[in-house]
């Protein structure tokens, strides 16, 4: 009895890791609600969007796994004919996509996600970014619930235009 004891411990420790979630399982992986959300800021003001020769992706306000933003990442390559990057606006200053002169990035955009909210199990509201200019920007609040599996925009709404 004790050794089927020590064995159903050490196969539920194998089975079940250390108890540590690393973003795989799919209750705590929030890539496709994140592309649905970064998908809503695209569609959103088309006119921002020309020319798409770059889309970047400003992470630094989400808790993202390696492994999350990948996901993300290779989406966007899939769909879009552009580069797909991961840098935040001082960045693309730094590395020349950033026009001085103009105060714009002229050959593509910066999307962000400021803030998540969980509302209630399978459903957030993210405030998002996409910014080409000073004068060429928007800030929305976008609610993404799973339906089915799928995560789907259910409600989307201007915060702020410049």
Known sequence: MKKLFMFITVLGILLGGCGTDHGGSPESDLSGMYISAFEELIQQDSGL??????ISFDFTELE???AEKERIM???????EAEIMEKDLEQLQDEGYFNKEKLMLEEGFLLSIKKVEKLSKGHYKVEGEKYRSGLGAIGLAIEVQKNNG??????????WIS
């Open 49 to 54: 969007n020309y020319p798409m020769n770059f």
């Open 64 to 66: 993202l796994s390696q």
């Open 74 to 80: 290779d989406y966007f390559e899939a769909e879009y």
């Open 150 to 159: 799928s995560w789907e925009v259910s409600d989307s709404t201007y915060l």
